[in-house]
């Protein structure tokens, strides 16, 4: 009730938007100009090692917006970088969902910025008993049983510690329906996808630059299953698409256009069809790697083996208790 209440209030203080004008700073060390005084901190994946998912920094005209922070501290350093530079107070930090590579990064910037107030959905609250609780066990197991690769310690051990402080990745303010809000003079359009990449995903629209910044509704080198419903997960990229979005902002991979989208769907959707019918699940991947070829490149071996893997937990049924209701 409290959290319910401190949203109307934040919604009720929001300020109205001003006209996205050219600030005196067009360039953030260490991260891709957008356009329309955005910019994106790229998230990383090298091999063996866990992802990090991209970040985007808006800047209104009485502070700056962040949009995901990372798992790593080289990401979360990156980003205070980028923000260093734009030399605005941070007031708010959008969090698409609790993947670990899209929150961690949490804890050290609202030690930077304690006045910043972090917006997400609720569905953390069921990972934190669930998903996180559960894979935190796993993990430890094999940490003691010296089955995990010595390359791959340092980050299994920061996602303990990660979600060790669970509680501190609650969002401050719960979004768990579309709001049109004004973060410190910058407009967004706050949507929600239910059941897709996990039980309630955000995904932020912006109006005034016709960009959607989706978090993991697209993902690459493939679309990451962990917490799915491959078939809501679909249904919401048909809301991206209608939402008139001339550029498309991934959790993970570079910004696609509106046609490059449209062909990711379309590598998605019959990669799902695949999997959920009777060819050889091989074909299945190699059917993704060919349809997302132009993204994976060089990459397109972990792709397959990745590939191979999310296929095999969409056919056997592994993800349809991510479905439900
Ligand atoms: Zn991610």
Redesign the pocket.
Known sequence: MRRALAALAALALASCATPIEPGPVAELPGAVALGDATWLVP?GFEPGRS?D?NSVILRGSAGAVLVDTGRHASHSEAVSRALGALDLPLAAIVNT?W?L??VSGNLPLKAVHPDVRVYGTSAVEGALTGFLASSAASSRKALAAGQIPAAAVPDVEGDLQTIGRGSELRPDIVIDTPHDIVFAGRALSLRIAHHAVTERDLWIYDVAARRAIV??LV?LPVP?FDTACPESWLAALGEVARSGAQQIVP??GPVMDRRGFARWRTAFGDFIACARGSRALESCSAGWVSGAAEWIGQDSARAKAMADHYGERIRSKKLDGFCKA
């Open positions: 998230g992802p998912g969902h993947h590579d899209h978090g993991d993902t990451f959790g993970h």
